[in-house]
């Protein structure tokens, strides 16, 4: 994700686009990938990626916001990092609207239990955040769970407590 991706995210929100909006342009681009190929060719002019613009937003609903946006990403060049703005536009919502997106994964469906030491794991680190966990199956592990957030890793495997102990006893 490049920083350009990050600050047009950044510019998007600040227009006032929410998730829900965001997620019917990603869902645009993923129905109709053509489109995508139109408003990128240096061979079209910018005055019909305009109105292919205002068409086909206007067909699927979308805000007067999110076309004069992409009017402007097209007339810039960065039309074709949509999917990298858009995944850095989730990434700064959920940072101002203090959501904390993990995912928790477990050898089969998470136990009650499990989830609520996580949860308790999770409010501990980030007390300030609302706690949207995904719950993920993996046969690899014998038994507890692995939390994922961000760049993070919160190992409570059984695997992931018998390194921790070898290494408490060996002393590296």
Same mark, same amino acid.
């Given at each position: 994700?490049?920083?350009?991706?990050?600050?047009?995210?950044?510019?998007?929100?600040?227009?006032?686009?929410?998730?829900?909006?965001?997620? *019917?342009?990603?869902?645009?681009?993923?129905?109709?990938? *053509?489109?995508?190929?139109?408003?990128?060719?240096?061979?079209?002019?910018?005055?019909?990626?305009?109105?292919?613009?205002?068409?086909?937003?206007?067909?699927?609903?979308?805000?007067?916001?999110?076309?004069?946006?992409? +009017?402007?990403?097209?007339?810039?060049?960065?039309?074709?990092?949509?999917?990298?703005?858009?995944?850095?536009?989730?990434?700064?919502?959920?940072?101002?609207?203090?959501?904390?997106?993990?995912?928790?994964?477990?050898?089969?469906?998470?136990?009650?239990?499990?989830?609520? *030491?996580?949860?308790?794991?999770?409010?501990?680190?980030?007390?300030?955040? *609302?706690?949207?966990?995904?719950?993920?199956?993996?046969?690899?592990?014998?038994?507890?769970?692995?939390? +994922?957030?961000?760049?993070?890793?919160?190992?409570?495997?059984?695997?992931?407590?018998?390194?921790?102990?070898?290494?408490?006893?060996?002393?590296?």
């Amino acid at each position: 994700m490049t920083q350009e991706a990050i600050n047009n995210a950044k510019v998007l929100y600040r227009l006032g686009a929410t998730r829900q909006e965001a997620d *019917e342009l990603r869902e645009l681009y993923e129905l109709t990938p *053509e489109l995508l190929k139109v408003l990128t060719s240096p061979v079209i002019s910018i005055h019909k990626k305009d109105a292919v613009i205002e068409k086909i937003y206007q067909d699927a609903g979308l805000s007067k916001v999110l076309v004069n946006y992409t +009017k402007m990403m097209c007339r810039l060049g960065y039309i074709g990092e949509i999917e990298d703005i858009l995944d850095a536009f989730y990434l700064y919502w959920d940072r101002q609207n203090h959501i904390l997106r993990a995912e928790l994964t477990c050898a089969g469906t998470p136990q009650p239990e499990e989830e609520a *030491e996580a949860r308790k794991i999770l409010a501990e680190k980030y007390p300030d955040c *609302e706690i949207v966990l995904t719950e993920k199956e993996d046969e690899n592990l014998l038994g507890g769970y692995i939390i +994922k957030v961000h760049h993070k890793e919160y190992d409570r495997s059984y695997e992931g407590r018998l390194r921790q102990l070898e290494r408490k006893l060996t002393g590296r």
